[in-house]
T-cell receptor, first 112, second 110 residues
């Protein structure tokens, strides 16, 4: 039982490049979400999903796309990276009972 | 929109109690959470409380909720050096949009 896994752990991109951050969970959780963590700003919700085929926007969705084709996977796509997207990205999952969210170890992204 | 606020830093001596405070603006918040983040790691849930509760105790942790003032606090009794971390308050209402505070960095002095 691996919990929530994220890849890669570190990534450096140039402005304008695109990439996908991977997130997978093996707990059969319906709810999955993506956050970014910036100094002094806490965690901000980017996108979330309450089940396969269902996604919705969080607080800061611009510049990011998501899809949820399976229960296990919830990739986050950066369409055209910008320096403002330099951050640490966390994926999380939980059941729909609003109990504990399980967080992945994070991906540290730098955009130059 | 909804907002959750916390002070950024707290320093206490080992063995003392720590009290971390949080205020929120969404009066329809139904779930309120405390998470802990250690360096280089993701967040881990410490405890959570339903909005119809005033208090919840779990070993060294006590959560107090003042719904009228929209104020949540986390008390850690007998604080240890291993409690040094960032503590996040979060709230969730009718939707699945969890709103997190900025985090309070707790430093425990030996």
């Amino acid at each position: 039982n691996a919990g929530v896994t994220q890849t890669p752990k570190f990534q450096v991109l140039k402005t304008g490049q695109s990439m996908t951050l991977q997130c997978a969970q093996d707990m059969n959780h319906e709810y999955m979400s993506w956050y970014r963590q910036d100094p002094g700003m806490g965690l901000r919700l980017i996108h979330y999903s309450v089940g396969a085929g269902i996604t919705d926007q969080g607080e800061v969705p611009n510049g990011y796309n998501v899809s949820r084709s399976t229960t296990e996977d919830f990739p986050l796509r950066l369409l055209s990276a910008a320096p403002s997207q330099t951050s640490v990205y966390f994926c999380a999952s939980s059941g729909l009972d609003r109990g504990e969210q399980y967080f992945g170890p994070g991906t540290r992204l730098t955009v130059t | 929109g909804e907002d959750v606020e916390q002070s950024l830093f707290l320093s206490v001596r080992e063995g003392d109690s720590s009290v971390i405070n949080c205020t929120y603006t969404d009066s329809s918040s139904t779930y309120l959470y405390w998470y802990k983040q250690e360096p280089g790691a993701g967040l881990q849930l410490l405890t959570y409380i339903f909005s119809n509760m005033d208090m919840k105790q779990d070993q060294r942790l006590t959560v107090l909720l003042n719904k009228k003032d929209k104020h949540l606090s986390l008390r850690i009794a007998d604080t240890q050096t291993g409690d040094s971390a960032i503590y996040f308050c979060a709230e969730s209402s009718g939707t699945y949009k969890y709103i997190f505070g900025t985090g309070t960095r707790l430093k425990v002095l030996a």
